[in-house]
């Protein structure tokens, strides 16, 4: 048996030398299921990239049915505090906001895009985040390759649900704005539809590409550089076209939505989960709940354009600046008005907006909002895998479960600011971050 014991304090290694055919973790203190109690001295043992057992005690390598041919690898975890990896379900994967940004979609090709991409991908891992659902993507089809190339073991990133472009109306949210128009005419290739029929076009052409799941914009947006607000903007028969298009193919839809009146027609429409959701009122609570819809506040991105909107210097155009002083500083409120009246919150960063792989600032966000650190933690495991639709898959760490795992030296319980600086990072087996 080829045994290579992992202690805490050793030099971290690269992910090659650690794969093995059996991990056995050995944790101090375990959240196994985000919202029950925490366990301590348990061996979580995964075979190939799934759990295969969770053991009381601290178990060798013997408790692994390994042949001597095997590769065993043992993680000295007993002083740390073990979680199921993290699941952000608002991340852009292919860009990240600053000075350059609009002058990168023209300079950059879909090839540049998805060697970027994988630098944020790898970044968005190593701080914790082992599956995100990215809801919107530069180029055209960078992130689908992203996806599939860290799928197959060529690129270090998280686990990735792709939606690929954004379902728009001509001149809104989802549209690239202020280029001129031959240059948009290269820029914007799909996902642009007026009218049911075009709309339903626009949801198959996305299938097509391979979309895991569809994102449209219910309402206007902080980046969009248009001086169109925040309110409705697909009228109600083409939301009915985009929800039931998706849903005969098999794919949940996620709406991007600001203004109550965007968010309350979303809602009726059918859609499964509700972006930033800034402006909602009592009956947008009430709908979630009667349609069992999700909310993935974002919190984050709101703090971040307020912040460059109220930079002296800040490079956002008037147009943007405006709505984002106006939206940004909302987000925490009705967040916390949500949780409040019982609505479902999934985690989620728009990470792309803020920086990648500072994700789990949206942690201490979550708490400001009203949640207690452990509702906070479930928000990125056990209902986001809920969210996504993988709960035989993730958010949990259990038998048949993929060997997702994150540690921290600290009580994310106590201070849930542990969780911006994770010391252990470990996918489907392979660990990628050791103390």
């Known amino acids: 048996m080829k045994f290579l014991s992992v202690l805490a304090g050793a030099s971290a290694m690269i992910a090659s030398a650690l794969a093995a055919d ?31 057992g969770v053991l009381a005690g601290y178990v060798d390598a013997a408790s692994t049915g ?11 975890l ?13 991340v852009h994967l292919t860009s990240e906001l600053g000075p350059r940004a609009k002058l990168s979609v023209v300079e950059r090709s879909d090839a540049d895009v998805a060697v970027i991409a994988a630098g944020f991908a790898k970044k968005t891992l190593l701080a914790g985040f082992t599956t995100v659902r ?23 990133g998280p686990r990735v649900f792709a939606s690929g472009h954004t379902i728009s109306p001509t001149g809104g949210h989802g549209q690239r704005h ?3 128009g031959d240059v948009f005419d290269v820029i914007q290739s799909t996902g642009v539809c007026d009218g049911a029929a075009e709309c339903r076009k626009a949801v198959r052409d996305q299938v097509r590409r391979t979309a895991d799941h569809i994102k449209l914009v219910s309402t206007g947006g902080v980046l969009s550089e248009t001086a169109a607000g925040t309110g409705q903007q697909f009228f109600d028969d083409e939301l009915k076209a985009i929800m039931d298009t998706s849903h005969a193919l098999g794919r949940k839809v996620t709406a991007h939505a600001h203004g109550a009146d965007g968010i309350n027609a979303a809602l009726r429409a059918g859609v499964d989960s509700i972006e930033h959701g800034t402006f909602s009122d009592a009956e947008s609570f009430r709908l979630f709940k009667r349609y069992d819809a999700y909310l993935v506040p974002t919190i984050l991105a709101g703090v ?15 147009p943007i600046r405006k709505k984002a002083k106006q939206v940004g500083p909302q987000i925490l409120d009705m967040a916390r008005r949500a949780h409040a009246g019982g609505v479902k919150i999934a985690f989620g960063t728009d990470s792309g907006v803020s920086r990648h792989g500072d994700n789990a600032r949206e942690f201490a966000l ?5 949640m207690t ?18 709960s035989d898959l993730i958010g949990v760490i259990a038998v048949g479960k993929s060997g997702d795992l994150v540690a921290v030296g600290g009580d994310p319980l106590t201070d849930i600011t542990e969780l911006e600086n994770i010391d252990f990072v470990m996918k489907e087996g392979v660990a990628y971050k050791a103390p």
Request: charged content about 25%; cysteine-free.
């Open 373 to 390: 650190p452990m509702e906070a933690i479930s928000s990125a495991t056990i209902v986001g895998a809920a969210h996504l639709g993988q």
């Open 134 to 156: 990215d809801v919107g993507a530069s180029g055209d089809d960078a992130v689908f390759a992203l996806r599939d190339g860290i799928e197959r073991g060529d690129v270090i």
């Open 78 to 90: 007993k002083d740390y505090f073990v979680m199921p990896g993290f699941i952000d379900s608002h």
């Open 66 to 76: 390994a042949t001597p041919d095997d590769n065993v690898a043992l993680y000295d």
């Open 366 to 370: 979550l708490v400001d909002a009203g």
């Open 22 to 52: 059996y991990s056995i973790v050995h944790a101090g203190r375990l959240l196994a299921e985000p919202g029950k109690a925490v366990l301590t001295e348990r061996s979580i043992i995964i075979e190939d990239g799934k759990i295969t």
């Open 304 to 318: 971040t354009v307020a912040e460059i909107a109220n930079d002296p210097n800040s490079f956002f155009p008037p």
């Open 178 to 180: 202020g280029y001129r």
